[in-house]
T-cell receptor, first 114, second 115 residues
Framework: DGGITQSPKYLFRKEGQNVTLSCEQN?????MYWYRQDPGQGLRLIYY???????QKGDIAEGYSVSREKKESFPLTVTSAQKNPTAFYLC?????????????FGPGTRLLVL | GENVEQHPSTLSVQEGDSAVIKCTYS??????FPWYKQELGKRPQLIID?????GEKKDQRIAVTLNKTAKHFSLHITETQPEDSAVYFC??????????????FGSGTRLLVRP
């Protein structure tokens, strides 16, 4: 999991502002994921991408957008349409060669609303 | 889609005692069940996983058991130590052809090991 990095560690968003969270991996993994974690709760899937230039909505995609232009990178944009964005955001990746495989997580970005 | 239930939500044990966390899942096609440990403010880290061709897997003080008939799997930690204190998450595949790359996570168990 040391091969997955997220930045920044903390991010502050003003009302009506879009912000982008970075996720990079050098593990040569095909699949990447974004999760949201609220205090004392589990992980909920926002978006996932099985391969470059392709991605699918997860369970809570509203108010978020992603892109997958490069294999190594899967940035997440939190748009102004997301009314309650304060949470811990975790990016993960997996090799992508088979179904039902291990996911490895980045260190996370904590997003706070000013 | 898959649904994963995890119990208990909190667990407090005396150092040296055992801890057991149980998860149930709904999709009978699932065959991969990982367990993650998350320390406060840190990333979840895989501690053990099991696939449906085995019923039990051990790694030192940690073991996972799987009952496919009953659709549940459990994490067992023996001889608990204070550094085992963390939140533990189970997960199961998302189910369905398009969702098989997804993992659905349980709601987590906060384990406290009292010295």
């Amino acid at each position: 999991d040391g091969g997955i990095t997220q930045s920044p560690k903390y991010l502050f968003r003003k009302e009506g502002q879009n912000v982008t969270l970075s996720c990079e991996q050098n593990l040569n993994h095909d699949a990447m994921y974004w999760y949201r974690q609220d205090p004392g709760q589990g992980l909920r899937l926002i978006y996932y991408s099985q391969i470059v230039n392709d991605f699918q909505k997860g369970d809570i995609a509203e108010g978020y957008s992603v892109s997958r232009e490069k294999k190594e990178s899967f940035p997440l944009t939190v748009t102004s349409a997301q009314k309650n964005p304060t949470a811990f955001y975790l990016c993960a990746s997996s090799p992508g060669g088979q179904l039902q495989e291990t996911q490895y997580f980045g260190p996370g970005t904590r997003l706070l609303v000013l | 889609g898959e649904n994963v239930e995890q119990h208990p939500s909190t667990l407090s044990v005396q150092e040296g005692d055992s801890a057991v966390i149980k998860c149930t899942y709904s999709d009978s096609a699932s065959n991969y069940f990982p367990w993650y440990k998350q320390e406060l403010g840190k990333r979840p880290q895989l501690i053990i996983d099991i696939r449906s061709n085995v019923g039990e897997k051990k790694d030192q003080r940690i073991a996972v058991t799987l009952n496919k008939t009953a659709k549940h799997f459990s994490l067992h930690i023996t001889e608990t130590q204070p550094e085992d204190s963390a939140v533990y998450f189970c997960a199961a595949p998302g189910g369905g052809m398009d969702s098989s790359y997804k993992l659905i996570f349980g709601s987590g168990t906060r384990l406290l090991v009292r010295p």
